[in-house]
């Protein structure tokens, strides 16, 4: 099908210059490009040189070399930097917008909403850094003439894999905990979004971040993948699933440690006593925010039959009168899907539930005159096991609604996926929905939310259960991965064997006797 690029004027900021500015940090001797398109329109925005394996390596002994660097400088000093950036990135947040806009196709509520993430990943940090940083004295064996301190030392050059979905977020809010620890970073953005965490990176340099800690490399995954991993210390990853299988396996194989947020097939439980017009826009933007292609955004919503005609006539109504289209302001509430290719993606999956014998209510087609990746926001019924959107997650504006008698049975089949990332309660009874959420099988569950107040809780670790990933961003447990920790142990006297000339069997009477007693008084 041939289409005609959708008559858009393009931001004043994303200029040719501009652009061409951000790439020429990308290594790319072989002289390979990808052709960085504009999603809304198909126009070819700048060319992304393309990293070798041996590019890749220059990127690590740079880095490597700025890190030791780094890591002898005082955490006050470091952290001083991350203070400067978040002005900078607070002011230029409309500029970065553009970029997201352009370079993903998202609405630009949904692209200034992921500029807010580095700046609140930095605030949260800076106030746990130097803590979870300092040494820890710790008690020994033996009272008074033993301590134990604990000591985080960086891991060395963290390899980040950013998605495409949000790459401003991904690619640099999880690099700030790394490089606050004393890491330096090597970035492999997805070549379709990689402008906007090269202008985060340009930014954390303007407030001070030494040249080379940060280093980006550009390039698909099975060519650029495997060198960034066998190079790196450690690595994270957000992703699907498969990938994230292929990644874990390398970096087990390097004896290296990673984290992976991967794929959900995220349910909504909608209880009898849930505000109607609250869940149903709740379920708007679960469904259809980010054009669905959020790791946590909802695929499977839960509906007591009580309530089930309710909740579909007004979620449909809503869905038909939501605004789609490509623009660079406000207005829109659903905006394109990334690629063509993926969009043919999320249409095998409504036309291989429909030919298995599923209901389209609403959508269900592309829609080439809005631009060429767009397709319509969609709700299904009849949503059975044996079609892939059924199991199998399809990170699109693509949703199926399920009726349910007991609250067991809604249970039951949230939990039936081999899926746990991200789950929804609704129920104007905050105790009976919080019952309900701990039942759930998730390593994010909101009551009376989508995702925000879990995702956006920076205090609390974020990450999925069974196939949805290993390890978690944010709370504490998002800086100390990037950490080893060293026990430094100091013995002051000779007390911890036999005295000279003591009859051993004594010395063993006199060490359980201690035991017992430090037990006793709870010294050990």
């Known amino acids: 099908m041939t289409l005609t690029p959708v008559a858009l004027t393009r931001p004043a900021s994303v200029t040719d210059p501009f652009l061409a500015q951000l790439v020429s940090r990308v290594p790319g001797s072989a002289g390979a490009t990808w052709p960085l398109t504009e999603v809304y329109t198909g126009e070819v925005l700048v060319e992304l040189p393309q990293s070798t394996p041996a590019d890749i390596e220059a990127a690590f002994a740079t880095a490597r070399a700025a890190q030791r660097r780094w890591a002898a400088t005082p955490v006050r000093q470091r952290l001083a930097v991350f ?13 970065v917008t553009d970029l997201i806009q352009a370079e993903s196709g998202k609405n630009r509520r949904m692209a200034i909403e992921e500029t807010c993430d580095p700046p609140m990943v930095m605030s949260h940090y800076l106030r746990r850094a130097a803590k979870l940083l300092a040494p820890v004295k710790r008690g020994g064996p033996v009272p008074m003439l033993t301590t134990s301190t604990e000591i985080r030392r960086p891991k060395g050059v963290v390899g980040i894999i950013a998605p495409w979905n949000f790459p401003f977020a991904t690619g640099i809010s999880d690099a700030i905990p790394a490089l606050m620890a004393g890491n330096a970073v090597v970035l492999k953005p997805d070549n379709k979004t990689a402008l906007s965490p090269l202008l985060g990176v340009r930014m954390l340099e303007e407030a001070g971040l030494p040249e080379g800690l940060f280093q980006v490399v550009c390039g698909e995954g099975p060519d650029v993948g495997p060198t960034l991993i066998d190079n790196a210390d450690y690595v994270m990853f957000t992703g699907s699933t498969a990938t994230g299988r292929v990644i874990g396996e390398r970096a ?59 909740f579909r006539d007004a979620f449909v109504a809503a869905t038909k009168s939501l605004d789609v289209r490509a623009s660079y302001d406000f ?90 990332l991200n789950a929804s309660v609704w129920g104007g009874d905050l105790d009976a929905a919080r019952a309900v959420a701990a039942r759930v099988e998730s390593g994010n569950v909101n009551v009376n939310d989508i995702l925000a107040t879990a995702y956006a809780a920076k205090g609390t670790p974020s990450g999925g259960v069974k196939n949805s990933g290993v390890g978690a961003r944010h709370g504490d447990q998002g800086l100390l991965k990037y950490t080893d920790v060293q026990n430094l142990a100091v013995l002051k006297k000779q007390v911890m064997g036999p005295r000279p000339g003591q009859d051993y069997a004594k010395h063993v009477e006199r060490m359980l006797s201690g035991l017992r007693m430090m037990r006793k008084m709870r010294i050990r």
Do not use: W
């Not at 203070?83 to 500029?95: C, G, I, Q, S, Y």
């Not at 829109?332 to 063509?340: A, D, N, Q, R």
């Open 252 to 310: 087990g194989r390097n004896l290296i440690g990673c984290c992976l947020e991967l794929g959900g097939k995220n349910p909504m439980i909608v209880l009898e006593d849930a505000d109607m017009a609250e869940t149903v826009q709740g379920a708007i933007f679960g469904a259809f925010g980010n054009t669905g292609q959020i790791c946590m955004h909802i695929e499977r919503i839960y509906l007591p039959e009580s309530r089930y005609d309710e």
């Open 331 to 420: 207005g829109p509430e659903m905006g394109s899907l990334v690629s063509v290719d993926h969009m043919g993606r999320v249409r095998s999956h409504v036309e291989d539930a429909v030919a298995k014998g599923a209901t389209v209510l609403c959508g269900g087609k592309p829609r080439p005159d809005l631009g060429p990746a767009f397709f319509e926001p969609t709700i299904l019924e009849g949503v059975t096991k044996d079609m892939l959107c059924g199991v199998t997650e399809t990170f699109g504006p693509v949703v199926a609604l399920h009726s349910y008698r007991t609250v067991d049975e809604a249970v039951a089949l949230a939990n039936d996926t081999d899926y746990g």
């Open 83 to 95: 203070k400067r950036a978040h002005t900078l990135f607070v002011d230029n947040a409309p500029a």
